[in-house]
Every structure is written in structure tokens, then in C-alpha cells.
């Protein structure tokens, strides 16, 4: 029986990655994703991580990494320089949070492969001046495409990445719904399910070029629904696993699988699903509903000071209400409070393989 790994807090790489993946599956938790649009959100989650004593997963959306270059004309430009930028940010702030971070992009269809090798090249000149990548890993989602196609073209990158110690995140079957113009609410219920012989044809194809992670569909939908409408069926994993198990011989779950669409999803499939291999769990949907509630909550409690600088009867100033530093932080505690539940469903409070934040400056 092997140790668990201390590893130094930060945003981890190449074998840091892969041990803290590895912990996480050998140990039977999965880490929540969570998608970020500005420094807000990114702090949130740093706090959270680093209140529940567990590691995290941190993501942009082509549309968050636009967001967070705010508005200077050129999308594609604010795509990358966005992206970029939170990433700098995450860099400069998560040691001293002291948890481990996964510094990730999400969707990326056919369309936007040009954004990820523009990010890609950002990261190699980042790896050439401070020996590391911006990035921990991109996502390829060309679950919209052929399989063959998909495969290929995410061996292509995945070449690219594994020259700067990173990994590639890829989709097979389509994830329902739609996630910042990736996707669609038109699917073919069969689509929402992954064929086990999918993932095995995958596996041959991108082990021997570098880590990657499959985001393998198995009824799961971007958004929240009503209880019923989706069907999820984690044994869809089980069975991807034992495919690939069997024919190589293998330990069991062998395959890094990670679980789109999990925000309202019923906890006990959340836990089959961590059973055959999940190691990461997106719950963009409800982590921007509880930022959204909370600041829905503040102006309802005090709707005067978002009408009027001073109060037209009293005469009182209201500054100190309107400050937008009051109404953003209640969105980041209830962000922190939602993200206190994903840990704990998800079972990885406790479990962050960061070791103290004076040791590893010590180091």
C-alpha cells in the first residue's frame, strides 16, 4: 500500500496532476469544477478549497475567458487574453490558499480549436520564462463530430500538450443542453449515452501520446432539470472501465473519467458515478445561481440604496450599502456555502494533498 502524495499547493502539472487524480480515484472522492467569469468567482473558490481542506478544480468557458478581458472589440483576442489573465491570477494566488488547484479550459467544439492552440502557444511561452504551463489542461469536445475525427484530432493536440506536461480533457457522446454556444438542446437521446467501445476505441488510440481525461456522457445535461427528466446511468462508466480493463488486463478503472452536467444530479449517482472512476464533478450551473441569489437577496433587503445615493426622506447616504464590495462578497459567501456541499457530497473535504503553506515555502 502506497502513501498518499504531499504535494506542494498550487496549480499543479504533468505528474502532480496525474498523483492527485490517481489519490483521488485510489481514494475513492472526486473534486468539484468550477466554472469562472471574473476575479470574484475565482477567489470564491479558492476560499472554499481552502475552508473545506480539499483541492479544486478551477475552468473558463470560451465565454468566461471573453468575460474576464472585459470589452475591447476583439472576441478572439479577449477569448485568449482573458483566459490568460484568470490564469496568471490562479498562478499568483493559489499557493498562498494553500490547496492544490486544476487549472482547466471546458468546452472547446470544432469552432474554437483555434482559441485552445492560441492558449497552447501562450503556454509554452509561459513554460520557456517559468519552467511550468499556464494551464493544468484544455478540453476538446468534438463529441459533435465524427468519432474518428474526434479521436484523431484530439490525439493531434493531445501531442501538443504532452510537450508541455499537460493534459487533454475530450467528450464522448454529447453532454445534453448547452454551455456557452457549445451544444445543443436538439440531441438525439441515444447521443446522451456512450458506447463502453467508444472509450475503449480512445484509450488505444491517445495512451501511448500522454494523460487525458474522458468525459464519457451517460445521460447527463448542462443546466438543472426537474426530477425524472434525465436518466442517468453511471453502469454506462462501469461497463467503459471493464471494456478496457479486460482486454489489457488491467486494475480496475483504469480510465480517468470526469462528470459533466452535475449540478442537481441525485447524490447517490453522484457516488456510483466516483465508484467507476470519476475523479471531477462540473457544478457551474448551481455555483452561479447561489453567486446570483445571494446578491438577489441584498438588493431585496435594502432596494433604496440601488435607487437613490441618499435617501430622499431621510436624507441618509446609502454608500455604504451600495458599495459594491458588500453586495459582490455576499455573492462570493454563498458561492463558498454551495461549494461547502459539493466537497462533502463529493467526499473530498479533508483530503487536500497540499502540505503546509510555511513547509513548502521552507521547501
Known amino acids: 500500500m502506497t502513501s498518499t502524495p504531499k504535494l506542494k499547493p498550487g496549480v499543479v502539472f504533468g505528474e502532480t496532476y496525474k498523483q492527485l487524480v490517481k489519490a483521488c480515484k485510489d481514494g475513492g472522492y472526486a473534486l468539484p469544477a468550477v466554472n469562472i467569469v471574473g476575479t ?21 468557458s470560451n465565454g468566461g475567458a471573453e468575460f474576464y478581458a472585459g470589452h475591447i472589440g476583439d472576441s478572439f483576442q479577449a477569448k485568449v487574453l482573458g483566459a490568460v489573465a484568470a490564469a496568471l491570477h490562479v498562478h499568483l494566488l493559489a499557493e498562498h490558499y494553500g490547496v492544490c488547484v486544476v487549472l482547466h479550459t471546458d468546452h472547446a467544439n470544432k469552432k474554437l480549436v483555434p482559441w ?28 459533435e463530430e465524427d468519432l474518428d475525427y474526434n479521436i484523431s484530432e484530439s490525439a493531434r493536440i493531445l501531442t501538443m500538450l504532452n510537450e508541455l506536461d499537460m493534459s487533454i480533457e475530450i467528450e464522448l457522446g454529447c453532454t445534453g443542453g448547452e454551455e456557452d454556444g457549445v451544444g445543443s438542446d436538439e440531441i438525439d437521446d441515444a447521443r446522451l449515452y456512450t458506447q463502453p467501445s467508444e472509450v475503449l476505441e480512445a484509450y488505444e488510440a491517445l495512451t501511448p501520446l500522454g494523460h487525458f481525461s474522458v468525459a464519457a456522457s451517460f445521460g447527463n445535461v448542462h443546466g438543472v432539470y426537474k426530477p425524472g427528466n434525465v436518466d442517468l446511468r453511471p453502469d454506462i462508466l462501469k461497463n467503459s472501465q471493464l471494456a478496457i480493463q479486460e482486454k489489457h488486463g488491467l486494475a480496475a478503472n483504469p480510465i480517468d473519467l ?11 449517482k453522484i457516488k456510483e ?5 470519476v475523479f471531477k464533478m462540473n457544478i457551474d450551473t448551481d455555483t452561479q445561481f447561489a453567486f446570483a441569489e445571494a446578491i438577489g437577496d441584498y438588493v431585496e433587503a435594502s432596494p433604496m440604496a440601488f435607487r437613490y445615493q441618499i435617501d430622499p426622506e431621510s436624507g441618509e447616504p446609502y454608500k455604504k450599502l451600495y458599495d459594491p464590495r458588500k453586495w459582490l462578497r455576499a455573492g462570493e459567501i454563498n458561492l463558498v456555502k454551495r461549494l461547502d456541499e459539493a466537497f462533502a457530497v463529493l467526499g473530498s473535504t479533508g483530503k487536500s494533498l497540499a502540505i503546509a503553506h510555511k513547509e513548502s515555502v521552507a521547501a
Open 273 to 277: 458515478a466516483i465508484s467507476y472512476g
Open 116 to 143: 485552445v492552440e492560441a492558449l497552447i502557444e501562450e503556454g509554452r511561452k509561459h513554460k520557456a520564462k517559468y519552467g511550468v504551463p499556464l494551464f493544468t489542461s484544455h478540453m476538446i469536445d468534438l463529441s
Open 258 to 268: 470526469v462528470f459533466h452536467g452535475g449540478s442537481g444530479s441525485e447524490e447517490a
Open 40 to 60: 470574484n468567482s475565482v477567489n470564491a473558490v479558492l476560499e472554499a478549497a481552502a475552508k473545506n481542506k480539499s483541492d479544486v478544480i478551477i475552468q473558463l
